[in-house]
C-alpha cells in the first residue's frame, strides 16, 4: 500500500471516529434471571453515590442481598456514615431495545420511598435521556406509578390501581416497547396503553429502592422507619420484540 494511500485511511479513521465513538454497544438478548445467584456479567451494583438532592440515601452495595433465590434490595435508616440512609440500585452493563420487559416483586409499605424497575439512558451514557418506568412509591402500594422520558421530557402516564397491593405477595408488572407504543401490564392484564412519546434510543434495565425528603408531593412525605425495609424481587426477565415465549413466567406464554 502506497503511503498516500496509508494517509488517505488514516484521514478517513479520524473522520469517522468521533461517530464510530457515539455509537451505541451491542443489544443484550433475551434473559430470565432468578437470582440464584447474582450474575455480575449481567448486572452492576450501584455503591457509593447518590443521584441528586432529590435522593435522600446513597446507594450502597451492603443494601443487597440473596436470599432464597430472590434479591432483597433494603432501606436502611441511618446505617451509612453520619447517620446517612443506604439504600439499593443495580443496573444491566448491556443496553437493550424494543422487547417485553418483565419483574415479579414485593413491596414494603412507607411513605416518601419508591421502588422501582425501570429502563433508562442518558447523559451519563454520551446520550439523551429516555426513560420507560415502573414505580411502586410505597406510601400507597395499592397502586403503580408508569411513566416514560423522550429527551429529558416526561411524556406522561399517571398512577393505576393494581389487582392487589404490592405488600400481599408477589406480583408481576411488565411493559412491552416497540416503535411507536408502549403498553403495561399487572399480571397480564393491560393497564396502560401508550402511542406517542416513545422512545427508540437502547436503554439498560435498572432496578432501585431509594428515599426523598423533597418530592414530598408525589412520594408522600418521608417517614423514617423503625427498622430496615426490604423490597424484593423474585425474577427478571427481557424478551427481545419479535421473539416468543421464553420462560414458563413470562407474558407471552400465556397469549394465544
Not at 403498553?183 to 393491560?190: H, L, M, Q, S
Not at 428515599?211 to 425474577?235: A, C, F, H, N, V
Request: one cysteine or more; hydrophobic letters at 35%; proline letters at 8%.
Amino acid at each position: 500500500m502506497s503511503i498516500l494511500r496509508i494517509l488517505s485511511c488514516l484521514v478517513a479513521l479520524a473522520i469517522l471516529a468521533p461517530s464510530l465513538a457515539r455509537a451505541e454497544k451491542p443489544l443484550g438478548g433475551a434473559f430470565f434471571d432468578s437470582f440464584d445467584s447474582f450474575n455480575k456479567k449481567r448486572w452492576y451494583i450501584s455503591d457509593g453515590w447518590t443521584n441528586g438532592d432529590h435522593q435522600s440515601c446513597t446507594w450502597a452495595r451492603r443494601a443487597l442481598k440473596l436470599e432464597k433465590s430472590k434479591l432483597v434490595m433494603f432501606f436502611l435508616p441511618e446505617a451509612g456514615p453520619d447517620k446517612t440512609n443506604l439504600c439499593a440500585e443495580i443496573q444491566t452493563r448491556a443496553r437493550y431495545s424494543y422487547g417485553t420487559y418483565e419483574v415479579r416483586l414485593n413491596t414494603p409499605k412507607n411513605s416518601g420511598l419508591n421502588a422501582s424497575f425501570f429502563t433508562y439512558i442518558g447523559p451519563v451514557h454520551g446520550m439523551p435521556h429516555d426513560e420507560i418506568d415502573i414505580e411502586i412509591l410505597t406510601k400507597d402500594p395499592s397502586k403503580v406509578s408508569l411513566n416514560r422520558y423522550l429527551s429529558g421530557k416526561p411524556m406522561g402516564g399517571g398512577e393505576f390501581p393494581l389487582p392487589k397491593p404490592t405488600t400481599e405477595g408477589f406480583q408481576t408488572l411488565a411493559f412491552r416497547w416497540e416503535p411507536g407504543a408502549i403498553t403495561w401490564y399487572a399480571d397480564g392484564k393491560e393497564i396502560l396503553k401508550v402511542t406517542s412519546g416513545v422512545p427508540s434510543a437502547a436503554q439498560k434495565i435498572y432496578l432501585s429502592f431509594w428515599s426523598t425528603q423533597t418530592l414530598s408531593e408525589w412520594m408522600g412525605r418521608y417517614k423514617k422507619p423503625p427498622g430496615p425495609l426490604r423490597y424484593t424481587i423474585d425474577w427478571v426477565g427481557y424478551t427481545p420484540l419479535g421473539e416468543t415465549c421464553q420462560f414458563p413466567e413470562s407474558i407471552l406464554c400465556k397469549e394465544p
